[in-house]
């Protein structure tokens, strides 16, 4: 007999359960609010400097926000399967991008990493490892069994992963160059990759990142300059002695928003890659300690989000999702233990926060994959459900 009770239970979505992840939501907002807060605070007076309008970078980064929930939109709209399908074509759209940007890139700072676009700049390699990370996903759907039983298959991808790493090298950007390594380490470990090939490929990564520090002079003496940034404090540690000196300032519940003394010019890149110094500085302990917070539930429900996917047999979305959430993780480590002085200065944002619209239109794109994924399993085993009631 037909249990209606249990049919309508069944086909009736649940009100604890959302069709999207609430708590990474949250996190999304309130990271984004906080760094509009502390980019209008720490850019206030370099935009005075260089510009004459303390607000420059401040509408500057709104459009941006106006422009990432326009993207972020069109991400939970889109279907996976359009993801899983382009995946080849993406990969390759992003190995254009990354030759056109050495070709008519815009330089700064000794640096080709932006492609014009009328009064705002693409970073290319911000956009490349969205890419990516899609493909790496697709490939181990496909190639999953490969992956686990010989060395042809974990190999494989690294090829791909090695004409990524040669060009954005000639940005040079050895950064995104770590955290896409660390990312596609990560998901062949969790595809099931043989530990040996794990810890000979980490091994190898390694001793290339030393290598290219070695034969660069401007690395090696950001790294000489991280051990010991005292020694030389108007020079090579210049950054980070600032950056640390902001952080001494802060104390437990900070000088006050809007009171860094650092970000008067003596911090470089304080609303950039430095503003998580100008947060320990004007909001202290507690407003970095609630920063972390915030990352780490964020970074949590992406990788939730992935395991429930992997779970309920989507194996591309899931691997997506938990690549994406150790690109979180990973970046947003390197970039608060660079301005903390526990690792060497790279030039990654952090996310959601930083000032910088390509980061941010992509990471906002990414959760917004994060947000499909988790719609689509959701619906996929209420569906499932359902089917099981009617039996």
Known sequence: MINVANITEALTPRQSESLFDVPLMY????????????????????????????????????????????????????????????????????????????????????????????????????????????????????????????????????????????????????????????????????????????????????????????????RMKRVVGFLNPWEDPFGAGYQLVQSLMAYGQGGWFGQGLGNSIQKLQYLPEAHNDFIFAVIAEELGFIGVFSIIILLGVLVTRALFIGQKALKANKEYEGYFALGIGIWFAFQAVVNIGASAGILPTKGLTLPFVSYGGSSLWVMTIAAGILQRIDFETKMSTRQATSRGGRR
Not at 58 to 82: D, S
Not at 180 to 192: D, E, I, R, S
């Open 27 to 218: 996190c999304m907002l309130m990271l984004i609010g906080v760094g509009f807060v502390m980019v209008t605070s720490a850019s206030m007076p370099v935009a005075e400097r260089l510009f004459d309008n303390p607000l420059h970078f401040t509408i500057r980064h709104l459009i941006f926000l106006v422009g990432a929930f326009i993207l972020f939109w069109f991400a939970t709209n889109i279907p996976m399967t359009w993801w899983k399908r382009s995946n080849p074509y993406l990969l390759l759209f992003g190995l254009v991008l990354l030759v056109a940007v050495l070709i008519i890139g815009r330089e700064v700072n000794g640096a080709r990493r932006w492609i014009p676009l009328g009064p705002f700049g693409l970073q290319v390699a911000e956009a490349s490892k969205l890419f990516f990370f899609s493909y790496i996903a697709g490939y181990l759907v496909r190639k999953r069994e490969e992956v686990q039983e010989n060395i042809k298959g974990f190999a494989k991808p690294m090829v791909v992963f090695a004409a990524y790493a040669f060009l954005i090298l000639m940005q040079p950007d050895l950064g995104t160059v770590v955290v896409m390594f660390v990312t596609t380490v990560g998901l062949l470990f969790l595809a099931g990759a043989k530990l040996w090939q794990f810890f000979t490929l980490m091994l190898t990564g390694v001793s290339l990142v030393v290598l290219l520090i070695i034969i660069e002079p401007y």
